[in-house]
């Protein structure tokens, strides 16, 4: 009953809205239709939302205890990726266990932010700094980047390197030896322009200039301002987007829902969302504050982290700020994977504020 009043309602009433938005964004984006996305985000959020109470309520004890369990195994399934993988997009990113099919890019992001948690929570704050003491960190965060950047997915594996190395900033490792990283990897960028793959340079080169290829690796960007710029502030209303519905917007259900829902209900539709999303954020920063374990703040500002950086870079993406990276928004974009996958971070972070006065794990 203790844990019942502990339940944080204002986090999981702001996810049940942000999940409620991306349902209708699906259904106009299926032309007024359940199938083929709505319905199945709809049973999809159902379930997930479940698993978010079950994982709340159990100890977070257990949490920690396999946090590294949890991690190998989701790098076992970047391995089995590699070896047995489903090709789609160009990319081999997926996988068939039991007949579903699953990203464990995305699930990996969870490992490394548990892995990362309970390394530093185990390590004394004196010894962090240590350069021998890096080491575990940063295997833990280049292992999977180097998987997956094998599949290739270029905006998976930027996002596994920036969460992890903001995870050790927000632990405590000083910020020289990030600014030496970063010079290393400026140095090193060269080469690795030698391993993208055509569709890739493709895409940075449209960035930069999308006019260079209008029909081809600068359409996504052109067509996703258009409707942008279409919706102005107040949008054309519900089922009135007509870059959508002339279907000129690519991957309107995953990548570009963001600028769906912009062209349906304009710019005060977007800053309604980017507000709830806010609060979740806000919401992650005020339970690593009041948590009385390491775990638990690190863990929590990881999830922070996570969601930002998913906003961000899907947000950046449909404006033409960055190039296209195949980043989805949560909760609103089609994909089981990332549904689970944010669905289970939000359950662990109820777990941490309901447990917030336990100071031993």
Known sequence: MNK??????????????????????????AHGSLDPWA????????????????ISLINLKFIYKYAYLFFIICLSLLLI???FGTLGYGAKRWVYLLGISIQPSELIKIGIILAL???YHDLRYDRIGKISNLFLPLLIIFLPFTL???????GTSL????????????????????????????????????????????????FFNPELDPLGSGYQIIQSKIALGSGGIFGKGFLQGTQSYLDYLPEKQTDFIFTLIGEEFGFLGLIFILILFLIIIFICFYISVISNNIFGRIVSIGISINLFLYVLLNTFMVTGLIPVVGVPIPLISHGGTVMLSIMTCFGILMNIGINSNQKKL
């Open 117 to 119: 948690g309970k390394y």
């Open 159 to 206: 996002m596994i390197v920036v969460l992890g190395v903001a995870i050790m900033f927000s632990a405590g490792v000083k910020l020289w030896k990030f600014i030496l990283g970063s010079l290393s990897l400026i140095f090193i960028a060269p080469f690795v322009w030698n391993f993208l793959k055509p569709y890739q340079q493709k895409r940075l080169f449209s």
């Open 81 to 83: 990726v590699q070896i």
């Open 4 to 29: 019942f009043y502990k339940f944080n309602f204002l986090l999981f009433i702001t996810i049940i809205i942000i999940g409620l938005i991306g349902f209708f964004a699906l259904y106009s984006a």
């Open 148 to 154: 997956i950047i094998l599949q290739p997915d270029l």
């Open 39 to 54: 319905k199945k985000h709809i049973i999809r959020f159902f379930l997930s939302s479940l698993l978010l109470i079950f």
